[in-house]
């Protein structure tokens, strides 16, 4: 009755059979939402078919299941059924009184998320307090307060119209055909789970293709793709694997945006999702992000996209934290007024017609001359956003492969910005004729990144070396963002990742925020910096060049 997890959980079962009450240690082998199948000795296991009253006792580890599932466990469950595995050992499935979602809600709810709850009134009353302070000095420094009051008024109407947000919900009958297009460059490790999960959907078959383009891969990234093909094809003829999955290689390395433009030609249906190759869809991803398509104005819908390696290090957390926050809050927010900024590449989806009918223009796309190699989900969008709605469907779920080192993780954030820059310049052209407050949000949400670094190097060093005052309402202001990030993820996500909101605030003050000021004056690079595209290698060839002139 869900998604099944395998696990090695050591498990204390305890059960009343016969009028006697027994205790012992079972190992958990897997794991759902409802139930668990356990590994017991043949006498337990024939104890339990007629046992009374059974109780368990485990913990949950985190990254065994999805986040926000991560606590200890004490239920009853009920006898389901008994087998034998092939190496012998007697195995037993049981389900649970409720469900994990259920009993983790309850006991989260009786401390946690009270507390949680009071923390975030307590950090927006502050919050507001302070730039009551701003107003109150406007007139001592009034650039510097009106950017408090503009950056603070933002974040918080984020917050405020992201808890209207409500997600369209599913009309069963409402299933209009979908192509889902995987672009692939060098992404031998995670493309055959990429293609699992696009298959893997409650969708109708006749309705539901899948294409993937490879892009000129030099690993190993075309066979792994070929092997699971042959490999779907022979043992799922039921599901007629053979007429809707396709694939096709790029006689040469071409770019990310050609991929998918070539797959999207090659579409039968009206709708086409983009999907990252290192990106994997849940089974209900497809079904929940058509829904806003019932609305004729709807032109692009994105799902959520959560860290698939959040347990991996403080790293991953930190950024498991971030995109939850970009996703239910930040997107939330914009699709509050149908305009959503940024379609993602791991999860979006559009109408076919539109995107054919911008093809040319999103290909041949440059800026100052140079033609755009990145950034080509936020150009899409603009595209869409130009003459139709965009919206956010937070049911439609997909899980990406994040950096788990530093060095990567920099190279990433540096080609977002860039992309950002470029991309939010271009939509400051037409924003306007957009709702006005979303308009309004949408400058302010560009002026604040752009000056933030300006704002930091004034307060915490111009002000302590020319005044020789401590900026304690600045620091505190920088505390309790990081803090009501931290309290919005516990209280909405229940994850206990939560803590390293507050470890990516003070790392984006600390380095991230320092990326911009680099992104002004390189924001029309072509590199991608993370992996060696047509740009990267001619870049190289750039700098050895010079290098070989200088000696």
């Known amino acids: 009755m869900g998604r099944r997890y395998l696990i090695d959980y050591d498990v204390s079962l305890r059960y009343l059979a016969a009028g006697k009450s027994v205790a012992c240690p079972v190992k958990g082998i897997d794991i759902s ?134 997600p369209v919900p599913i009309d069963k009958d409402f299933t209009p055909g979908v192509s889902i297009i995987v672009p692939c460059f060098n992404e031998e490790t995670w493309i055959q789970k990429t293609i699992a999960g696009c298959l893997n959907q409650d969708y109708p078959s006749d309705k539901l293709e899948v294409i993937i383009v490879d892009d000129h891969s030099d690993d190993q990234s075309v066979a792994r793709i070929k092997e699971i093909v042959e490999k779907l094809k022979t043992q799922e003829p039921y599901y007629r694997v053979g007429d809707r999955l396709h694939y096709l290689c790029q006689e040469k390395n071409a770019g990310k945006r050609e991929a998918l433009a070539r797959g999207t030609l090659m579409a039968r249906h009206e709708l086409v999702v983009f999907v990252d190759s290192d990106s994997f869809l849940e089974p209900f991803a497809i079904r929940n992000v058509v829904q806003p398509f019932k609305d004729a104005k709807t032109g692009g819908v994105t799902g959520r996209t959560d860290v698939a390696n959040t347990y991996t290090n403080a790293l991953t957390k930190m950024q498991a934290v971030r995109y939850f926050i970009a996703f239910r809050i930040m997107k939330a927010a914009e699709s509050y007024f149908d305009a959503v900024t940024c379609l993602s590449g791991p999860l979006s989806c559009y109408r076919k017609a539109l995107v054919v009918r911008h093809l040319d223009s999103w290909l041949q796309q440059t800026f100052l001359g140079e033609k755009a190699t990145f950034g080509d989900d936020r150009s899409m969008t603009n595209f869409i956003l130009r003459g139709n709605r965009t919206v956010y469907q937070d049911t439609a779920v997909c899980h990406t492969i994040v950096p788990n080192t530093y060095r990567v993780f920099l190279k990433q954030q540096m080609r977002w910005k860039r992309s950002w820059l470029r991309e939010s310049l271009i939509a400051a052209g037409f924003m306007w004729r957009k709702e006005p407050f979303m308009a309004l949000s949408f400058y302010a949400g560009l002026l604040i990144p752009v000056l933030a670094p300006v704002t930091v190097v004034y307060n915490l060093v111009y002000i302590p070396l020319v005044h020789r005052v401590f900026p304690l309402t600045f620091a505190a202001g920088l505390l309790l963002m990081a803090m009501l990030m931290s309290m919005a993820q516990l209280l909405l996500r229940k994850s206990s990742t939560w803590i390293f909101g507050l470890w990516f605030c003070l790392y984006y003050e600390a380095v991230l925020l320092w990326q911009m000021p680099v992104a002004w004056v390189t924001f029309w690079k072509t590199t991608w910096g993370t992996r060696m595209t047509p740009a990267d290698i001619m870049e190289r060839l750039k700098k050895n060049r010079r290098q070989q002139k200088k000696a």
């Open 33 to 166: 939402t409802t139930g668990m199948l356990l590994e017991v000795p043949p006498e337990v296991g024939q104890d339990l078919r007629q046992a009374e009253k059974i109780s368990l006792k485990f913990v949950i580890a985190p990254g065994t299941m999805p986040e926000g599932y991560e606590m200890k466990v004490r239920m009853a469950a009920k006898f389901i059924r008994l087998s034998e595995s092939p190496d012998g050992k007697t195995r037993c499935g049981v389900e649970f009184a409720q469900s994990l979602a259920q009993y983790a809600a309850r006991r989260k709810s009786r401390y946690l998320l009270p507390a949680a709850a009071f923390l975030l009134f307590v950090i927006t009353a502050c919050i507001l307090l302070l730039r009551a302070e701003s107003v109150l000095y406007f007139k001592f420094n009034q650039t510097l307060y009106l950017y408090s009051i503009i950056a603070a008024t933002f974040l918080l109407t984020r917050y405020l119209f992201a808890s209207f947000y409500r």
